[in-house]
């Protein structure tokens, strides 16, 4: 059946690999799926048509037969529990490979993203002072997470779908130079990267901006 | 076998039913599962017995025999996974019941607690000036979420584990009377709290608070 998700037509990371499509690319290159990719502009992405897919207008979304996902959590957890890959089989270890992606985006995303968004508006002036609290957020949940890893390859046993996100949500922080306060962290963010799934996913989010126009 | 959760010994929000273990508490008195809770101090979160548990240290976390979870949606979906009550049995109709987790707390929640946390130490004085900009992304979020919910009951079908978490979510905006402003979220909500299963975990997690002496 095929698979198709969305991703932005024009990225505002210019292929970085940053926007939320390359964790879904990621997780359907890990267990061997081929996938379509529409591209939708910022203005479809607030129109009706898109909105039937994804009601709060972002991207990605996942589309398979009668079947429409959004929020990247979802599909990659959908995309594990449906191909063997990214989960393990033990039904203890599955469950925390899943929690794994929870705390990825519920616990260790949030301040990390704030730091991002915010001063993008005229409304937020504030932004620039506030940055020092933020980091210092970010700081707290980096080294509870850096604790926890130690000297582990993954963060729990074998990589899975709770890895492949924490490394994506890890990766929005790039930049800001907190990641390397924990080499443990840098060097799991640099594993997960070297992946050959990893990199076939990256240079197909890399390939729509090389050769998009924007 | 014995489920073991925590919640906060001295929960902040003064019984009303805000905190993290309410939604694990709800979870389980939909599936009629019986469980035990353990009280835990702030000093007590941040000692490396809970963080064994809990590795950013915080509530809740959920204990069943070898299994130690945390995060309030890993643990919800484990719950839901395990038990009957709370997911659909047709397979795409529990993906998109498990997405509406993902939403929750991915999409709908952070810009509420951005609010809420805001303010709280002398580093963030900007707070008070960044509220009408916090409040203007809540109301794009609960306008969409408005939109797709419609005149249903529920966001998909029946009652599921989605809609238990989308309404703890939304409850974290009382007295902002941003939910106010859309009869149908309104109306969604108290749905919600008038489940039976929503009285006794409100009733349960009130008595720590009026039996505690805080």
């Given at each position: 059946?095929?698979?198709t998700i969305?991703?932005?037509?024009?990225?505002?990371?210019?292929?970085?690999?940053?926007?939320?499509?390359?964790?879904?690319?990621?997780?359907?290159?890990?267990?061997?799926?081929?996938?379509?990719?529409?591209?939708?502009?910022?203005?479809?992405?607030?129109?009706?048509?898109?909105?039937?897919?994804?009601?709060?207008?972002?991207?990605?979304?996942?589309?398979?037969?009668?079947?429409?996902?959004?929020?990247?959590?979802?599909?990659?957890?959908?995309?594990?529990?449906?191909?063997?890959?990214?989960?393990?089989?033990?039904?203890?270890?599955?469950?925390?490979?899943?929690?794994?992606?929870?705390?990825?985006?519920?616990?260790?995303?949030?301040?990390?993203?704030?730091?991002?968004?915010?001063?993008?508006?005229?409304?937020d002036i504030?932004?620039?002072?506030?940055?020092?609290?933020?980091?210092?957020?970010?700081?707290?949940?980096?080294?509870?997470?850096?604790?926890?890893?130690?000297?582990?390859?993954?963060?729990?046993?074998?990589?899975?779908?709770?890895?492949?996100?924490?490394?994506?949500?890890?990766?929005?922080?790039?930049?800001?130079?907190?990641?390397?306060?924990?080499?443990?962290?840098a060097a799991?963010?640099?594993?997960?990267?070297?992946?050959?799934?990893?990199?076939?996913?990256?240079?197909?989010?890399?390939?729509?901006?090389?050769?998009?126009?924007?």
């Amino acid at each position: 059946m095929t698979i198709t998700i969305t991703a932005f037509e024009a990225s505002p990371d210019r292929g970085q690999g940053l926007a939320r499509d390359m964790r879904v690319r990621w997780a359907l290159e890990e267990v061997g799926q081929r996938y379509d990719v529409r591209l939708v502009s910022f203005a479809a992405m607030k129109q009706p048509a898109h909105k039937a897919l994804h009601p709060f207008g972002q991207i990605p979304t996942y589309e398979e037969g009668g079947l429409a996902l959004f929020e990247s959590g979802a599909i990659i957890l959908h995309i594990a529990q449906a191909r063997p890959g990214l989960l393990p089989a033990d039904p203890d270890a599955r469950a925390r490979a899943i929690m794994w992606i929870f705390a990825a985006l519920g616990t260790v995303e949030p301040p990390i993203i704030e730091l991002e968004q915010g001063g993008y508006t005229p409304a937020d002036i504030w932004h620039a002072a506030r940055v020092p609290l933020l980091e210092q957020r970010i700081r707290t949940r980096l080294a509870d997470l850096s604790a926890h890893l130690g000297d582990a390859d993954w963060l729990d046993g074998e990589f899975s779908a709770g890895d492949l996100m924490m490394v994506m949500v890890l990766r929005r922080a790039e930049g800001t130079g907190l990641i390397e306060e924990h080499p443990n962290l840098a060097a799991y963010v640099a594993r997960g990267e070297a992946r050959p799934a990893y990199q076939r996913a990256f240079a197909d989010q890399l390939a729509v901006f090389t050769s998009g126009g924007q």
